[in-house]
């Protein structure tokens, strides 16, 4: 027979659950009001292909890795679930619309890419970031209000989602800024705190100008080096070895060379010049790529040599 105190119990846990769903239906159906009203004649899915396949493997993974749920059931908890996915033909946007809903549009996929395909790197870095800032959008409730301080929380959620992947970092949130600098306040904000006092120095580009952005490193005999060669490879390696130091892990017995193994990012080389620490989710974070040419040589020297300088003076720091 059931104490009169464990019947509280069960009745309090009964009313929790009825209010639970009660709140997430409510949510579904705003979510489904907000989706009618951005398409009130409906919309056709994209043909699974070259381009959408993609896409959708990338949000898996970015899922899976900051252990999202996936489903298509009834969402209880929006900041641990989210609803698959969905890739829609003529549309020139990506969107969140709460109750774990988000809609990208194949365009946009060619905007973001700057062509009609797939075919480096930093384009499925630069998708991953843009899935990163609308699911964060969902995390966080913004479905009433995605502007303003929403979109800096938007994109600060984006660069934290990344960094659970092993190609994620500062260098990855700074390739899709360089191409698509479209919130250059939030962006700004995010990049002046990328920045550590005597070692990284960051500055952003214009939409006009985006080759404007530099990046600098400061040696322990006050030389500027900027890091930006004008590729998005040297920004994203100059944005990593920054993540690393902000890490405080920029260390020279961090550094190693591995085995290129990570299929779902297609880096140009069979090696990863990579950071470990056991402090990173996957234990290591890329730093580049290397493929047998020329310029490996001066991208092991440049990361070898930033480790010692950052190492012989965070010494003599600590020393002090």
């Known amino acids: 027979m059931l104490t009169p105190v464990r019947k509280i119990f069960i009745l309090t846990l009964a009313i929790a659950l009825v209010n639970s769903f009660a709140c997430a239906a409510s949510l579904e159906n705003h979510a489904a009001s907000l989706i009618k009203y951005r398409f009130p004649h409906g919309y056709e899915i994209a043909p699974l292909d070259?381009?959408?396949?993609?896409?959708?493997?990338?949000?898996?993974?970015?899922?899976?890795?900051?252990?999202?749920l996936v489903?298509?059931?009834?969402?209880?908890?929006?900041?641990?679930?989210?609803?698959?996915?969905?890739?829609i033909n003529d549309f020139n946007n990506a969107m969140a619309f709460g109750a774990g809903h988000i809609?990208?549009?194949?365009?946009?996929?060619?905007?973001?890419?700057?062509?009609?395909?797939?075919?480096?790197?930093?384009?499925?870095?630069?998708?991953?970031?843009?899935?990163?800032?609308?699911?964060?959008?969902?995390?966080?409730?913004?479905?009433?209000?995605?502007?303003g301080e929403n979109e800096l929380v938007a994109e600060r959620g984006a660069l934290e989602l990344m960094a659970k992947l092993p190609e994620g970092g500062y260098g990855s949130y700074l390739v899709r800024v360089h191409r698509r600098l479209n919130r250059p306040a939030e962006n700004n904000k995010i990049i002046k705190s990328m920045n550590t006092k005597g070692f990284i120095s960051i500055s952003l580009?214009?939409?006009?100008?985006?080759?404007?952005?530099?990046?600098?490193?400061?040696s322990a005999d006050g030389t500027k080096y900027n890091l930006n060669r004008g590729t998005e490879e040297s920004i994203y390696m100059a944005g990593q070895i920054a993540d690393c130091i902000a890490r405080g892990i920029m260390l020279p017995e961090n550094i190693a060379v591995i085995k290129n193994e990570l299929t779902e990012i297609p880096f140009a080389g069979d090696k990863l010049l990579v950071v470990k620490h056991n402090?990173?989710?996957?234990?290591?974070?890329?730093l580049t790529s290397l493929n047998g040419s020329?310029?490996?040589?001066?991208?092991?020297?440049?990361?070898?040599?930033?480790?010692?300088?950052?190492?012989?003076?965070?010494?003599l720091k600590n020393n002090k």
């Not at 489903?71 to 890739?87: C, E, F, G, M, R």
């Not at 020329?294 to 010494?315: C, M």
């Open 294 to 315: 020329a310029n490996d040589k001066e991208k092991l020297t440049l990361a070898a040599n930033i480790a010692r300088d950052y190492e012989k003076r965070t010494t």
């Open 103 to 147: 809609i990208i549009g194949t365009d946009y996929i060619k905007t973001l890419l700057g062509k009609n395909k797939f075919t480096n790197a930093f384009d499925y870095m630069t998708v991953e970031g843009t899935i990163s800032h609308e699911l964060t959008h969902n995390l966080k409730n913004h479905a009433n209000n995605m502007y």
């Open 50 to 68: 070259d381009l959408t396949q993609p896409v959708y493997s990338l949000a898996n993974r970015l899922y899976q890795a900051n252990g999202i």
């Open 205 to 218: 580009g214009t939409k006009t100008q985006p080759a404007a952005d530099t990046i600098y490193y400061y």
């Open 71 to 87: 489903t298509d059931a009834l969402i209880t908890d929006y900041k641990k679930s989210t609803h698959p996915l969905v890739i």
């Open 279 to 286: 402090s990173l989710p996957n234990g290591y974070i890329i």
